[in-house]
């Protein structure tokens, strides 16, 4: 009896561990360090962890490892990551066109072309907000009221020169006004945005839809309008049908950092490209209202190269560059 529990444990403790064989063997990566170059709460960080939820249940890497050092639109954060993790094959950052335009606004050395592009993720349209107790109660009121003061028309947003500044800029410019005039309160992140357009510390906001979806559906904040080219939420007009010929939208993606091998890189573009193929992403997709906007490759690539390019232009043209 004695030799057949032998028998028995030992038979266990092999098939215990190659289940735990073929669970390593599932996964990419063993372990995943996620820089945020800006703060918690905003669509960065929701990004960062919402590939830290779906890898793990698919069982794609092992453990996440999370950073973020926020400010001026990741133009604090991406020198460090740059420095930091030069040649490190298990490292992805968050990022997207808001870094695109800070980086142009703030003139940085290091941008966007210094690092390793892995993916296009998502896309979304902005929103315009107000806080429920504002006296402004529809987009016209908010119109008037920019183009009768706009610097008197504090609005808050993510950092100076990314997607909401450069919405701004070409609502005013559309109005009539100039883009220097607007009175832009920039955050580092979602979270201290919410607290200033929630606290009435200024007269209204704007972002990704998804990042104030939870405030408009309890009644905290009002959405007065959105940025696409059509309508996000069946409720809420955009600036288009609104009589504003303003269309912006938000893409976000992930990147390694410079000087990997490329065979580093084509894995981390398999991980990736594994994690957007499961059913468990397309659900989050649909729960946090992000439109799927995947590229991987020479064409992500030729794609950034573009939007800089365009993003520029626009910002020299309504003074922000």
Same mark, same amino acid.
């Given at each position: 009896m004695p030799g057949r529990r032998h028998l028995l444990a030992a038979a266990a403790g092999l098939l215990a561990a190659s289940r735990i064989g073929e669970a390593r063997a599932q996964q990419r990566l063993?372990? !995943?360090?996620?820089? +945020?170059? %800006? =703060? /918690?709460g905003g669509g960065w960080d929701g990004l960062g962890r919402a590939i830290e939820? &779906?890898?793990?249940?698919?069982? !794609? &890497?092992g453990s996440f490892q999370f950073e973020n050092v926020g400010g001026a639109g990741g133009s604090v954060g991406l020198p460090r990551f740059v420095g930091q993790r030069? =040649?490190? /094959?298990?490292? !992805?950052? &968050?990022?997207?066109?808001?870094?695109?335009g800070a980086t142009l606004t703030n003139k940085t050395p290091? =941008?966007?072309?210094?690092?390793? /592009? +892995?993916?296009?993720?998502?896309e979304e349209a902005g929103v315009v907000v107000v806080p429920a107790s504002s006296e402004i109660k529809d987009l016209k009121g908010l119109l008037d009221a920019l183009k009768a003061n706009p610097g008197g028309t504090s609005i808050a947003g993510g950092s100076a020169g990314g997607t909401d500044h450069i919405t701004l800029g070409l609502i005013l410019k559309a109005l009539g006004r100039s883009a220097k005039e607007g009175s832009y309160v920039a955050f580092a992140g979602g979270g201290p945005?919410?607290? %200033? +357009?929630? =606290?009435?510390?200024?007269k209204a906001g704007i972002s990704g839809l998804?990042?104030? %979806?939870?405030?408009?559906?309890?009644?905290?904040?009002? %959405?007065?309008?959105?940025?696409?080219?059509?309508r996000s939420d069946p409720?809420? /007009?955009t600036l288009k049908e609104s009589g504003i010929d303003v269309v912006m939208t938000n893409w976000r993606g992930v990147f390694a950092p410079p000087g990997i091998r490329p065979d580093a890189r084509d894995k981390l573009v398999a991980l990736i490209t594994e994690l957007h193929d499961l059913p468990a992403w397309k659900e989050m997709l649909k729960t946090r209202d992000w439109d799927d906007a995947f590229l991987t490759g020479d064409a992500f690539s030729a794609f950034l190269t573009e939007d800089v390019q365009k993003t520029e232009a626009v910002l020299k043209e309504i003074g922000l560059a």
């Open positions: 063993a372990s !995943l360090y996620m820089f +945020i170059p %800006a =703060g /918690p939820q &779906v890898a793990r249940q698919g069982s !794609l &890497v030069r =040649g490190r /094959p298990d490292a !992805l950052m &968050v990022a997207g066109s808001i870094m695109v290091v =941008g966007l072309k210094d690092v390793t /592009p +892995i993916a296009r993720m998502t945005a919410q607290a %200033a +357009i929630l =606290g009435a510390q200024v998804s990042e104030f %979806a939870e405030q408009i559906k309890s009644g905290r904040m009002r %959405a007065l309008a959105t940025t696409g080219e059509t409720a809420i /007009p």
